[in-house]
DNA sequence: TTCTTAAAAGATAATAGTTATTATTTATTA
DNA sequence: TAATAAATAATAACTATTATCTTTTAAGAA
């Protein structure tokens, strides 16, 4: 995991570069990405800055969520449930654990994706841009509390 | 992939067995699910229906998938953009790769996966049930039209 | 073949998550 | 401190999907 105080200086940067406006919404749902431990939803960074900002309002979060998105300092994972989740912190693609008990997401440590890059643009021809790469199943957490 | 043929009269077998009217309507979608090679959408398999059945209702294509898809007949998949794309002649779990530019999807063959799911079970703790591996780029044919 | 009926189709309303709009407020610079 | 360009807040609009309800139909029985 990146050092959340020098993602949260490199976003800051990133707005100041493109002479945008350093609100104190703007700044707080950028510290809440930069951190990212738990790839929180929309949803759940509006809760959490409504504690401080009484009048906070969703389409903020939302307009905010989708400029970092547009800069490349956030990256969105889109769920077949509906659901999207970012992650400010590691914003590049990188392999996910989903849980689909808790909804709780990991990332684990997999090299071998690289080769696997290569090895799919040579077979199919593509010049490869990006990937996504999740793995659904249920989290040592929820294993135990289901045998109670 | 699979036999189109084979993979249509298992999906008709499971709605017989589960006392579900075989409609003509409910065949053509399977029909067209079943062949798939292009990953069909909901509106597109609604548009080629249209043609045959005049008074072909889009819900009656959702109800549908949907039915197959708890089946496990038919695999969904969703993306960031938020548009899903089905797969009914090969319903389980596999790679695919996407190109952002025409939307063609290509499913390449990559034994190496497995090993990585086991390698990922022992390194977060989670049971593994299923997946999800996308990679996203552009096909040979945008590249070349792009060099015009 | 006709009758019965449970299920499916068709049409449309409802829903939910996200984006767009507009008036008000505010960060920034001179 | 004043001017203003941009951001916020509130809410309307939008879109893809699901739910509802009425009409139609597949399938088994008489």
């Given at each position: 995991?990146?050092?959340?105080?020098?993602?949260?200086?490199?976003?800051?940067?990133k707005?100041r570069?493109?002479s945008?406006k350093?609100?104190?919404?703007?700044l707080?749902?950028a510290?809440?990405?930069?951190?990212?431990?738990g790839?929180?939803?929309?949803e759940?960074?509006?809760?959490?800055?409504?504690?401080?900002?009484?009048?906070?309002?969703?389409?903020?979060?939302?307009r905010?969520?989708?400029?970092?998105?547009?800069?490349?300092?956030?990256l969105?994972?889109?769920?077949?449930?509906?659901?999207?989740r970012y992650?400010?912190?590691?914003?590049y693609?990188?392999?996910?654990?989903i849980?689909?008990?808790?909804?709780?997401?990991?990332?684990?440590?997999?090299?071998?994706?690289k080769?696997?890059?290569?090895?799919?643009?040579?077979?199919?021809?593509?010049q490869?841009?990006?990937?996504r790469?999740?793995?659904?199943g249920?989290?040592?957490?929820?294993?135990?509390?289901?045998?109670k």
């Amino acid at each position: 995991m990146a050092n959340p105080q020098d993602r949260y200086a490199i976003i800051v940067e990133k707005f100041r570069k493109k002479s945008l406006k350093l609100t104190p919404q703007r700044l707080a749902i950028a510290k809440i990405l930069a951190l990212s431990k738990g790839h929180p939803s929309v949803e759940e960074i509006f809760e959490q800055l409504k504690k401080t900002f009484s009048t906070m309002s969703l389409a903020t979060v939302y307009r905010n969520v989708l400029l970092l998105k547009s800069f490349g300092e956030v990256l969105e994972l889109s769920f077949p449930d509906g659901s999207n989740r970012y992650d400010g912190n590691r914003p590049y693609p990188h392999p996910h654990v989903i849980c689909i008990k808790c909804g709780a997401i990991v990332d684990p440590a997999l090299d071998a994706l690289k080769d696997l890059t290569h090895l799919v643009a040579k077979e199919t021809g593509f010049q490869i841009l990006t990937h996504r790469f999740d793995f659904f199943g249920i989290c040592r957490r929820c294993q135990n509390s289901d045998k109670k």
